[in-house]
């Protein structure tokens, strides 16, 4: 029998330039061990992993452990002993998503947020504005009322045991509207100043962060400004315009102007550690007070509810970003180096801002890399500091939980996912996902639909964007980008929960013209073996070869290169919303299931339909399976791709007499007697899932500073571990389409609460 573990966290996911994101947003229609000792009302905590459950459970000196057993159980009692134990109410895949309150829903803890709004096009605007590059370029106003919200740094959480409460973790996340303005863009003409609520990216004594984008200082490696060199900003570093409440300049993040809590903040505490309801006249934990109860109901049960108890108590949660028992984001050792283009080989399958350079943050300053190689006659030795007119950071990040790790190489190069092995920690198993990829007008440099060209994720945007954040803490890990191409002001927000990533989006770009969109998850063959969706709940080999129909590959009778895809029914459901998709293996499982976020999300835009392509011989323009995309984002008929393929085998193998003739594309031949440059030599498409957007109006707000038509969704991905393919959507695609919902009453105004 093959085995899962169903006991997994919720994830988001998604990327997307000005145009492709439009399309990644719509993308998807689509613990055992040992976690740490939670310690309670004064106990210890500890920082192991596991995979469903906390700790070894026993209680030494007043502190309650989580007993992490596969169900969950609690321990508690005297010097270790287990005296009495609480089911978890969530198991299974419920037990990975989150319950998310927003202040609003404590109004005795909060108050009114900051409201304000963005400057006027053309604000924000190259050539016709002020060119005017600052994510808080607007005015704040901090309404007058008479609560003061709480302090979030004092917010504490509890699970009832059975006998005591045993601290959980919890992360208060504060938010207030910036107002995101590129004018060092070429396309900031289009675009101007777009008004977002999100994340103050502001460490605090939980959270570690930084606002990213502001750290356009430095020499090889981005920073933040001294005192000195924010009193005298360069021409780019526009000073924060007035009203903004941006006291720090360009030396620190910009806090939230509401410093307490407010009816925007978010509080998350994992659906994990909701246990049963405590008795109401159960004592809070030495130093807590003013308890509130959360009542977390399952629409699909919602006789059977869960409860988590917050407090406030000095110093707060025991947990922070540090502590954390669910997710750590580390960012890479070097991402915060200076590149550009010529820190690149032109052939180099690594290669980025090599395409429509005009479209990004355009910062200039020095860089330390450059390729020997590089196309633009430099001869500056590398690792010499030199002149750059176009710079950006690396922004590499490792993201760890216990069911998975997931590695991105930029802000849009997510390339790799790996889910441990059931009932185990950290026992991850062979990467799962070759890339997420983009793409604008055309599916592939080789399609001839096409009549203004061809983008894609990395020569196109990675370079052309911004990190706009990073905020890490107990409960979860926060990263935005800011940017792609011609869509100035489009954001991708990604969260990453213990056993799932989001990615939220926000698309605010001009119309698209057919063959609009794509975005899609490539998958490592061999990594993974079966796709499942509704209409194919047994699933399907991904073996490189298409098990639909909906590929136009040439146009009827001129037979040019087309390379189009759209829905087949008989073999998928043809809806970008409520479309759960699964990709598993011997190596565990990856839920998809996307979802709209705003009510003007579909304004005015039309026909965004899933596909799927498991294709060897599709060769697209990026990628690395099962080898590296020689020379990405030109054609595969251009001579120099051809001989980076021949290259690239000769290198691993072939005869020195290999010519690009020799290469053929048979995924069906036999491993046994026919060499890999005669099955699979190209970068394909395995199990290749995502969207198809055929064609939109205007979603860039129609020039204005409030969203009116923007596209806003997010998809969610949750990590399973298996070790057989298994179809798990029904259970995992619930945390999307029916959530758990989360009510706050006073603790002991209600009995069982």
């Known amino acids: 029998m093959p085995t899962h573990t169903t006991d997994n966290g919720e994830s988001l996911v998604r990327r997307s330039s000005f145009r492709v994101l439009v399309a990644a947003f719509l993308l998807v229609p689509a613990i055992a061990a040992s976690a740490g000792d939670h310690g309670g009302g004064g106990g210890n905590h500890g920082g192991g992993h596991g995979n469903s459950g906390h700790g070894n459970g026993g209680h030494g000196n007043g502190g309650h452990g989580h007993e992490g057993d596969g169900t969950h159980g609690e321990g508690h009692g005297d010097g270790g002993g287990t005296v009495t134990t609480a089911a978890p109410v969530f198991t299974g895949a419920r037990a990975a998503s989150p319950v998310i309150l927003t202040g609003a829903s404590i109004p005795a803890w909060s108050r009114l947020a900051a409201q304000g709004l963005a400057k006027p096009y053309p604000s924000g605007a190259t050539t016709t504005g002020d060119g005017v590059r600052h994510a808080h370029n607007g005015t704040l106003v901090v309404p007058t009322d008479a609560r003061t919200g709480v302090d979030p740094d004092r917010i504490v959480a509890y699970r009832w045991d059975g006998a005591a409460f045993a601290e959980v973790p919890v992360q208060v996340d504060q938010r207030f509207p910036y107002f995101l303005a590129n004018g060092r863009s070429s396309f900031s003409v289009y675009s101007g100043t777009d008004e977002e609520l999100t994340y103050a990216y502001a460490p605090d004594a939980?959270?570690?962060?930084?606002?990213?984008?502001?750290?356009v200082f430095g020499d090889c490696a981005a920073r933040y400004a001294t005192a000195a060199e924010n009193a005298a900003l360069p021409a780019y570093a526009n000073p924060a315009p007035a009203g903004s409440l941006d006291t720090n300049g360009y030396t620190a993040a910009m806090a939230d102007p509401v410093p307490t809590l407010d009816d925007d903040d978010e509080i998350v505490v994992m659906a994990r550690?909701?246990?049963?309801?405590?008795?109401?006249?159960?004592?809070?934990?030495?130093?807590?007070?003013?308890?509130?109860?959360?009542?977390?109901?399952?629409?699909?049960?919602?006789?059977?509810?869960g409860f988590v108890y917050l407090a406030l108590k000095a110093g707060g949660s025991a947990f922070n970003a540090a502590t954390s028992p669910y997710v750590t984001m580390a960012r890479d050792g070097n991402a915060d180096e200076w590149v550009d283009r010529y820190a690149y080989a032109p052939d180099d399958p690594e290669k980025i801002g090599t395409s429509n350079t005009g479209y990004g943050p355009n910062l200039p300053g020095t860089v330390c890399r450059t390729s020997a190689a590089n196309?633009?006659?430099?001869?500056?030795?590398?690792?010499t500091s030199r002149a750059s007119t176009d710079r950006v950071p690396r922004d590499g990040i490792t993201v760890t939980t216990p069911t998975y790790?997931?590695?991105?190489?930029?802000?849009?190069?997510?390339?790799?996912l790996a889910v441990t092995a059931p009932n185990t920690t950290g026992a991850y198993g062979p990467d799962l996902v070759s890339r997420w990829k983009g793409r604008a007008f055309q599916q592939s440099p080789d399609s001839s639909v096409s009549v203004v060209g061809f983008e894609d994720e990395q020569v196109n945007w990675e370079a052309n964007s911004a990190l706009l954040g990073w905020r890490a803490g107990p409960v979860r890990a926060i990263r935005e980008v800011w940017g792609a191409d011609s869509g100035t002001n489009v954001t991708k927000t990604e969260l990453y929960y213990r056993d799932a990533d989001?990615?939220?989006?926000?698309?605010?770009?001009?119309?698209?013209?057919?063959?609009?969109?794509?975005?899609?998850?490539?998958?490592n063959p061999g990594a993974v073996s079966t796709y499942y969706d509704l209409v194919k709940p047994n699933g399907v080999a991904i073996d490189g070869q298409n098990d639909d129909v909906g590929q136009v590959d040439e146009v009827p009778v001129s037979g040019q290169p087309a390379f189009f895809d759209t829905c087949d029914p008989t073999f998928d459901v043809c809806s970008a919303v409520g479309k759960p998709e699964e990709v598993a293996g011997p190596n565990g499982g990856l839920v998809y299931q996307f979802e709209l976020t705003s009510p003007h999300e579909l304004a005015g835009n039309m026909a965004a339909?899933?596909?799927?392509?498991?294709d060897a011989c599709l060769d697209d323009g990026t990628g690395d399976t099962p080898v590296p995309r020689p020379w990405p984002g030109e054609t595969r008929t251009d001579s120099r791709v051809k001989q980076g393929y021949v290259d690239y085998w000769k290198a691993h193998g072939?005869?020195?007499?290999?010519?690009?003739?020799?290469?053929?594309?048979?995924?069906?031949?036999?491993p046994a007697t026919t060499p890999a440059w005669q099955r699979t030599p190209f970068a394909g498409a395995f199990g290749q899932h995502g969207l198809h957007f055929f064609v939109t109006?205007?979603?860039?707000?129609?020039?204005?500073?409030?969203?009116?038509?923007?596209?806003?969704?997010?998809?969610?991905?949750?990590?399973?571990?298996?070790?057989?393919?298994?179809?798990?959507?029904?259970e995992y695609s619930a945390n999307v389409s029916a959530k758990l919902t989360g009510v706050v009453t006073p603790y002991g105004a209600l009995p069982g609460l």
């Not at 072939?654 to 036999?670: K, Q």
């Not at 500073?705 to 070790?723: C, I, T």
């Open 206 to 215: 939980h959270s570690a962060g930084e606002e990213a984008w502001k750290k």
């Open 273 to 305: 550690d909701a246990g049963p309801a405590a008795p109401s006249t159960a004592s809070l934990p030495n130093g807590a007070t003013d308890g509130q109860a959360i009542r977390v109901t399952d629409p699909l049960a919602p006789h059977a509810p």
């Open 375 to 383: 196309d633009g006659g430099i001869t500056t030795p590398d690792g």
């Open 405 to 416: 790790r997931l590695t991105a190489t930029g802000r849009w190069m997510v390339r790799s």
């Open 502 to 523: 989001v990615f939220n989006y926000h698309v605010r770009v001009h119309p698209i013209p057919p063959d609009g969109l794509y975005t899609s998850w490539n998958y």
């Open 609 to 614: 339909v899933p596909y799927y392509r498991d």
């Open 654 to 670: 072939a005869p020195a007499t290999l010519t690009y003739a020799d290469l053929r594309c048979e995924p069906a031949a036999d």
């Open 697 to 730: 109006q205007d979603s860039d707000n129609a020039f204005g500073p409030k969203p009116v038509d923007e596209l806003d969704g997010q998809q969610w991905r949750f990590a399973v571990p298996m070790s057989a393919p298994t179809n798990v959507l029904a």
